[in-house]
T-cell receptor
């Protein structure tokens, strides 16, 4: 089982819609999580960190559910420019070091 | 600031040839990483460095070597390229280990 799993999509939504992605993780010792955005043929860029209490940044809301071991990303009022692949990333402590594990990404396509 | 710069952006190699990918960052980050990204696999860590003069193996180190002679530079070498090394390679850096990463624009390598 992959440490971090995502539905690859694509999620096709009309402009203005609300869309949510989930990401499940298998390692209960995870420390923290992040969402990265990756445009086609570009590098990943940090979208937001995910805090235990949930956090919001404009139209984006990230939540962490440790009991069910998943994190979510909610995008409200989708824009055409939100079309991208969204990568879920978990940070885990292994021995004395930490490591990051990337999901394979969920593709979002926002249409007119 | 340029952030993280990778060269070259594209390269085609024949099986058995060698090459070096260069990564340079101007953010005074201690940690630097090389990832490869393949369809359906997510980003996988090849090698990383926790400071000048140090390197360590990641998940998929075989067939690659790295060097960090200067804090700002992290080189990834392929001694004898194989078709399985056809991929998009991303360099990244961070101030703290296994935390928020800043990625370079990527290097697309094809091995024939």
């Amino acid at each position: 089982r992959k440490e971090v799993e995502q539905d690859p999509g694509p999620f096709n939504v009309p402009e203005g819609a609300t869309v949510a992605f989930n990401c499940t993780y298998s390692n209960s010792a995870s420390q923290s999580f992040f969402w990265y955005r990756q445009d086609c043929r570009k590098e990943p860029k940090l979208l937001m960190s995910v805090y235990s209490s949930g956090n919001e940044d404009g139209r984006f809301t990230a939540q962490l559910n440790r009991a069910s071991q998943y994190i979510s990303l909610l995008i409200r009022d989708s824009k055409l420019s939100d079309s991208a692949t969204y990568l879920c990333v978990g940070r885990y402590l292994t021995g004395t070091a930490s490591k990051l594990t990337f999901g394979t990404g969920t593709r979002l396509q926002v249409t007119l | 600031n340029a952030g993280v710069t990778q060269t070259p952006k594209f390269r085609v190699l024949k099986t058995g040839q060698s090459m070096t990918l260069l990564c340079a960052q101007d953010m005074n980050h201690e940690y630097m990483y090389w990832y490869r990204q393949d369809p359906g696999m997510g980003l996988r860590l090849i090698h990383y460095s926790v400071g000048e003069g140090t390197t360590a193996k990641g998940e998929v180190p075989d067939g690659y070597n790295v060097s960090r002679l200067k804090k700002q530079n992290f080189l990834l070498g392929l001694e004898s390229a194989a078709p399985s090394q056809t991929s998009v390679y991303f360099c990244a850096s961070s101030f703290y280990g296994a935390n928020v990463l800043t990625f370079g624009a990527g290097s697309r390598l094809t091995v024939l």
